[in-house]
């Protein structure tokens, strides 16, 4: 059987992710979690509920931070996308991801892509944040085992060595 | 914490430890299903094992009685190149005061158990019945803490899935299916909703557990409800005996109560 009629239905989508150019052909409602997941193997980006809610499978859309599982792949075209593998160049841990290891702000992992990609979001907008602002900034986030409270000084200790510069 | 082990029996670097990913084709059985048992059991386990390389190779000469980690690593390989593989194995023994029926599943699956004291500060809120969860402090007992930041987030994390038991996480079952099982439906707390939780350690030692330590990840989801259910109940001196308290919850139970003073006049309508 041809493939022909089913892939007529596909579009043809470019956009960059972790700087660099990608072109992939997906139907135009694919979830953008599934694309960078099937299509390009970044398998970082964690689904949680897959309904918008936990926020595990955060990442940056042109420096808004999206739930992937909710954004049409036709949505993503001609973007500028960061997902979890962006932020490790060369394998060296950014400060932020650091913070997470040394302070304990991980523990079974599913949400600490997204939980990362929001602590850099936030810290993007508010490079000395307090308290409430953290709390408020992960709120999106859903973590079932740390209680959060590692999260917090993970961001807040990063925030200290400078991550956001 | 299982490599921290090894290498403080060793005398190696954390570093120079690595851990095999565990596959249940390759490892033994390790007993019952009863939890809180990984660093009291298999840690005093790994810690003999980890013992039993060290006698073996200074038994067997090609180790003096004290080494730097470069000569542990020489004498590994001297091993290996000699025999072919090198293995240790070490074997759960039962403590003498100790019962667990394998055939019938019953008896004391611990040697040692963990303590704790949970006090919780809330507010009640009486006009939207909405309770919040002001201050929280866990006191726990662990023989022994290995590693502080990770034990310190296995109480903060499970003081948090306590205080979504007590307050929020309420599990609808109809006809065989939980009928709520969304995050949209079923609410468990978001970064925004828990107070600061204080964990402070005891350490009174475990002498069945691997350098004195007792397991650690049960008890903090166990006490936490109801320490805030108390603190509900002597907030408000009406008493609960389900959990978890949802503001209907908390309105339908002062509404039923003998005090009407406690009940707000929203509660008790055009009047």
Same mark, same amino acid.
């Given at each position: ?68 599982? $909710?954004?049409?792949? /036709? ?5 500028? *996308?960061?997902?979890? =593998?962006?932020? !490790?160049?060369?394998? %060296? ?44 900034? $992960?709120?999106?986030? /859903? ?5 959060? *409270?590692?999260?917090? =000084?993970?961001? !807040?200790?990063?925030? %200290? ?5 | ?271």
């Amino acid at each position: 059987m041809s493939q022909a009629p089913l892939d007529r239905a596909k579009s043809e989508i470019t956009f960059t992710v972790n700087e660099k150019l990608e072109t992939v052909h997906v139907y135009a409602m694919e979830r953008l979690l599934d694309v960078l997941r099937h299509e390009l193997g970044l398998t970082g980006t964690k689904e949680g509920c897959g309904e918008g809610e936990c926020g595990s499978c955060s990442v940056l859309i042109d420096g808004m931070l999206v739930n992937s599982c $909710l954004i049409p792949a /036709l949505q993503a075209n001609d973007t500028k *996308i960061v997902t979890i =593998e962006g932020l !490790a160049a060369d394998g %060296r841990l950014q400060i932020l991801q650091q913070a997470f290891l040394v302070c304990g702000g991980a523990q079974c992992g599913i949400c600490t892509p997204g939980m990362i990609l929001a602590s850099l979001h936030l810290l993007e907008k508010k490079p000395q944040p307090t308290l409430e602002e953290i709390r408020e900034g $992960l709120s999106g986030n /859903l973590c079932r085992c740390t209680g959060y *409270i590692q999260i917090f =000084e993970a961001v !807040a200790d990063a925030a %200290r060595r400078g991550a956001s510069t | 914490m299982l490599c921290q082990i090894v290498a403080e029996a060793l005398g190696l670097k954390y570093e120079d430890v690595s851990i095999a990913q565990p596959d249940t084709h390759a490892v033994p059985n390790s007993g019952p299903t009863v939890a809180s048992r990984t660093v009291m059991v298999v840690g005093k386990l790994v810690q003999s094992a980890a013992v039993g390389i060290e006698k073996t190779l200074t038994a067997s000469g090609m180790l003096p009685d004290s080494y730097t980690p470069e000569e542990f690593r020489g004498s590994c390989r001297a091993y290996v190149a000699k025999h072919g593989i090198f293995r240790s194995l070490a074997q759960y023994e039962q403590p003498g005061d100790i019962v667990w029926d394998e055939e019938k599943y019953r008896g004391s699956a611990y040697a040692a158990f963990a303590w704790a004291v949970y006090v919780a500060e809330v507010t009640a809120d009486l006009t939207t019945y909405s309770v919040s969860v002001d201050d929280f402090v866990a006191l726990q007992e662990i023989g022994k803490v290995l590693h502080p930041v990770l034990a310190k987030g296995q109480i903060t994390g499970g003081v948090a899935q306590g205080i979504g038991f007590a307050l929020y996480e309420k599990v609808i079952w109809e006809q065989g299916r939980m009928q709520n099982g969304q995050m949209t439906n079923y609410i468990m707390p978001t970064s925004a909703d828990l107070p600061p939780i204080r964990v402070y350690f005891e350490e009174l030692g475990n002498v069945h557990g691997a350098y004195g330590a007792k397991g650690i990840g049960e008890l903090p989801m166990d006490g936490p409800a109801p320490a805030i259910v108390n603190a509900i109940e002597d907030a408000l001196n009406v008493s609960f005996n389900s959990i978890p308290l949802l503001p209907e919850d908390i309105f339908a139970a002062l509404s039923e109560s003998a005090t009407p003073e406690i009940v707000a006049p929203t509660a008790r309508g055009g009047e």
